[in-house]
């Protein structure tokens, strides 16, 4: 019998922790259509079917901060328009972070307790549901921008303490492009942890940890440079008492609050305000 490094089965040390994982994953059931998602999937909804919210002004009009996502939520809304779709990938994800937090949890108690503290760990987070300080959590019971940004981060996190950093980096890049938070964030942890493992190598490390990163703020520092389009000046004559008609232009008031900050800083205050 192939046993693995923990002196157990390999077959049965897989085994437990893909149930495990399984069962932490299916606690947070099955849901579509509720909580966040009434506001996360309208886009998505509007874009994969074009006869609804074709006319709101909500879903057309505001600035979408979650593209990636938006785009996301139109593949699995595609795929099943009953939400089923979106409401299984919530499932793999929670199950996949499952698994990278066993890899995390092996790496650092060792492989002989690898599956006991894995178990510990999970029997912790049945109770707590993720949730830590000020409502923040990695996981809730609906697929959301957050979601996808915290498996990015927890999968980056794995690698660099594999010490595979532009792995590592390229989770970190991917989990913020769905979700912002978490792209502004990777860039104080990660720089100090490097800098915490010495300067030999360094500027190795960080080119290969950051420059999945920049490429992805990059590409959202574009969407955050545009401006939202404003409506266009509506004209209408009014008739004078001597029976000409006069042309007047009335243009919608700009807020204050708009107009003082550029559209630069108001993507990026608006990330920082979580």
């Known amino acids: ?30 849901n579509y259509g509720f909580d966040n998602q009434v506001v996360y999937f309208l886009k998505s909804l509007a874009l994969s079917d074009r006869t609804l919210l074709h006319a709101d002004w909500f879903t057309n009009h505001t600035t979408q901060y979650h593209r990636v996502f938006i785009y996301f939520g139109v593949l699995l809304l595609k795929l099943n328009k009953r939400g089923w779709a979106v409401a299984i990938a919530q499932f793999i994800a929670v199950f996949v972070g499952g698994l990278v937090m066993y890899r995390i949890v092996k790496r650092i108690a060792g492989a ?37 940004g915290a498996l990015g981060s927890i ?45 030999k190598g360094l500027q190795k490390r960080l080119i290969e940890q950051f420059a999945p990163l920049l490429a992805v703020t990059v590409l959202r520092s574009r969407h955050c440079c545009s ?29 204050s609050a708009t107009s003082s900050r550029s559209p630069r800083g108001n993507y990026w205050a608006s990330v920082a305000a979580g």
């Open 112 to 148: 002989t307790l690898g599956v006991a503290a894995f178990l510990v760990l999970l029997s912790m987070l049945f109770i707590t549901r993720t949730s830590s300080v000020a409502t923040s959590y990695l996981f809730d019971t609906i697929m959301q921008p957050s979601t996808l």
């Open 155 to 199: 999968a980056g996190t794995m690698y660099f303490i594999e010490e595979r950093w532009f792995l590592s980096g390229l989770c970190l890049a991917i989990g913020g492009a769905f979700h912002a938070n978490y792209l502004v964030l990777s860039y104080p942890i990660f720089g100090i942890a490097h800098l915490a493992l010495g300067f």
């Open 227 to 255: 401006r939202p389009r404003t409506p266009r000046p509506r004209r209408r004559r009014k008739r004078s008492c001597f029976g000409s008609a006069r042309r007047i232009t009335t243009t919608p008031p700009t807020s």
């Open 1 to 30: 019998m192939i046993r693995s490094e923990s002196g157990l089965p390999r077959a049965f040390e897989y085994g437990a922790v893909a149930i495990a994982a399984l069962a932490f994953a299916a606690s947070y059931g099955f």
